[in-house]
């Protein structure tokens, strides 16, 4: 509607234009073969990012070690498990934090860690119910070290 002080109200009716249904489906088409085409090439990137941010933690976990600075290493494994990648190491960086925690004789954070590697584990690696049953040994809790070094001998 065009309107004006000093002249009438004028309708104007304009002819709503309708896409063709093959445009319509060309452009769906179009962003499902993108999405396809990018979505794999994203995925690697993220993958790639992901080891080279785990393999630089542990070499700076290993500088650590000449340096005795098991704090910095033990933010640098917090960092890499809170990163924004897939974590297709959280695993070993997990038991890695866990035996730094260890080292420095913090029981506890190094139990809770261990205890959330176990379940990653899938009964394959030893290393997860090793830290449980010293921790628990050292601790006096011989019916969990017990439990858990024949976790190990079942495996």
């Not at 896409?19 to 994203?42: L, R």
């Not at 600075?69 to 990163?83: F, L, N, P, S, V």
Request: hydrophobic letters at 40%; a positive charge; aromatic letters at 10%.
């Amino acid at each position: 509607i065009l309107t004006c002080e000093f002249m009438p109200t004028i309708e104007v009716e304009r002819p709503v234009r309708k896409a063709k249904p093959w445009v319509k489906i060309a452009c769906v088409a179009g962003a499902v073969v993108a999405i396809a085409v990018i979505a794999p090439i994203v995925w690697q990137m993220r993958v790639a990012a992901d080891k080279a941010a785990y393999e630089q933690t542990l070499t700076q976990q290993k500088i650590a070690g000449l340096t005795k600075d098991y704090k910095g290493a033990i933010a640098k494994w917090e960092k890499y498990r809170h990163g924004p990648w897939p974590r297709n190491y959280e695993y070993p960086a997990i038991l890695y934090e866990a035996s730094l925690y260890q080292t420095l004789r913090k029981n506890t954070e190094a139990l809770a860690l261990y205890r959330l590697a176990e379940p990653l584990s899938k009964d394959k690696d030893l290393a997860a119910y090793e830290g449980i049953a010293s921790i628990s040994e050292e601790a006096g809790d011989y019916a969990t070290a017990i439990k858990y070094y024949q976790k190990e001998e079942n495996i």
